[in-house]
């Protein structure tokens, strides 16, 4: 009785490994994109050849292996939407980071359910009634720096490099509307002249991303 039982009991148990074993080979599957590099949720790295049809900056940044993006965010690219100042700039942070930007226009909403539009909604903290830059194709949404979440790690020395970069660009190349979590903006200590926003109510919306956007089409708002 005995033996019967130990040896059934054995069985089991090779079913359940056989069966985690299988469970993992598919997990590993899924996670591993077909660039070979782990491609953590919403993040598919940019590679050689997948901008066909595409053009100018654009391309360059889709081909680009630091860069990237959600199924979303590179649709926006290919379709020509995003603004080419905003091009250039997340080529100049891939030249030195990893980023993984997961919203330009398409899919981004500031309130759960409600569908975005040329204005800022109202339940947005102040600024509501403020124009869209998502709506216009001139505000990426950083999500992961060197395969770390922003979240949690605004004074992290890659994530702060970021706003390095930023700061270093003439002001009219740079964002005029740069909004990241509380502990990133202070150690940064950067000014709204510089295209800074240090809302406390904007920072705290903005603790699990970089912001990074141009408020118009024309000059920016920056002055020094
Ligand atoms: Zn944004």
């Known amino acids: 009785m005995y033996r019967l039982n130990k040896s059934a009991s054995t069985t089991w148990l090779a079913l359940i490994l056989a069966a985690a074993v299988l469970l993992c080979a598919l997990v590993f599957m899924i996670v591993l994109g077909d660039s070979g590099r782990l491609a953590l949720g919403p993040c598919i790295p940019g590679r050689e050849g997948v901008a066909e049809g595409v053009s100018g900056g654009a391309k360059e940044l889709l081909e680009t292996p630091n860069f990237e993006a959600s199924r979303k965010a590179k649709g926006d690219l290919e379709a020509g939407i995003v603004d080419e100042r905003l091009v250039a700039t997340l080529q100049d ?6 980023i993984c930007v997961d919203t330009f226009k398409e899919g981004h ?7 975005d539009g040329p204005f800022i909604p109202s339940g947005y903290g102040d600024a509501g009634g403020l124009p869209n830059t998502h ?6 949404d950083i999500r992961r720096v060197d395969g770390k979440p922003v979240r949690g790690n605004g004074a992290d020395s890659n994530v702060l490099d970021i706003g ?8 009219q190349r740079r964002p ?8 990133w903006t202070k150690t ?29 089409n024309g000059e920016t708002q920056n002055t020094r």
Do not use: C, N
């Open 109 to 115: 909403h500031f309130l759960p359910g409600v569908k």
């Open 135 to 140: 709506y216009y194709g001139r505000a990426a």
């Open 188 to 216: 940064l200590d950067r000014s709204p002249r510089e295209g800074w926003v240090l809302d406390a109510d904007q920072l705290k919306l903005h603790e699990d991303h970089l912001h990074i956007g141009y408020m118009s």
């Open 164 to 171: 390095e970069i930023l700061a270093d660009l003439s002001p």
């Open 93 to 98: 942070v891939t030249e030195e980071h990893r």
């Open 176 to 183: 005029d509307q740069i909004i990241g979590p509380p502990s």
